[in-house]
């Protein structure tokens, strides 16, 4: 019978928390540059002009329709092979940080981009039509009238996708980065605990995902309200 021994773990807690500090660093940048840009393209997306919606059409289902595995990969080996042919240059620093902050970056923003376009359908037809009567153009409407509407309506979709971003940081292990889950799989390989080091890194993303969603639902509530 296995006999459970967790006294590696307050040894572990400085390498974990380099770890974390990975995981938020991935969560946070992709969090706000998939927000940021994801709003650009489903502005795209409605402007019912083609040269701009069909090209963010195709970018948001490109992404969504890949798995984030693969874009990680793409990323870490194709992409940066690309350039250094192109630009006849060999890369002399450690890539994976930038690579993946770039992958999960382009990624997410795909699917910002339909949470922030599901947003923008939800403010009344009407407003719109008020505010370009009184001559304000296609940016400032969106800027001043529907998108302040708008994150209201989304934000509990917004965070509900933060988790699952921030459980999916964990894929980076396939590029060698060593974020929460790959620092505590690495300890706990090390130590000849891995089943404490992994039930311990699970307990900590249940507590925090859990604390996420109960954000989410106090939000659903009071919008309901």
Request: aromatic share 12%; hydrophobic share 55%; proline share 4%.
């Amino acid at each position: 019978m296995y006999e459970f021994d967790w006294s590696s773990i307050p040894g572990a807690l400085p390498i974990l928390a380099k770890g974390m500090s990975v995981t938020l660093e991935l969560t946070l940048t992709a969090i706000a540059v998939g927000i940021v840009w994801g709003a650009l393209l489903a502005m795209a997306r409605l402007s019912g002009k083609p040269w701009l919606s069909w090209p963010a059409a195709t970018y948001v289902n490109v992404f969504r329709a890949i798995p984030l595995v693969m874009v990680i990969l793409w990323f870490y080996l194709i992409v940066p092979a690309l350039l250094q042919q192109l630009l006849h240059v060999q890369a002399s620093t450690d890539i994976r940080m930038a690579s993946a902050l770039v992958a999960f970056s382009l990624f997410e923003s795909a699917y910002y981009a339909e949470i922030i376009r599901a947003g923008i359908q939800s403010v009344p037809k009407g407003q719109v039509a008020a505010a370009q009567a009184l001559g304000m153009p296609y940016a400032q409407v969106m800027r001043w009238v529907v998108l302040p509407q708008a994150l209201r309506n989304m934000t509990p979709l917004l965070l509900t996708q933060a988790i699952i971003l921030f459980q999916d940081t964990s894929l980076v292990y396939v590029i060698g980065l060593a974020d929460f889950f790959g620092a505590a799989y690495k300890v706990g390989d090390r130590d000849g605990r891995l089943v404490e080091l992994l039930l311990f890194a699970g307990l900590i993303y249940f507590v925090i995902c859990y604390a996420v969603s109960w954000l989410v639902k106090n939000l659903q509530r009071k919008s309901v309200a």
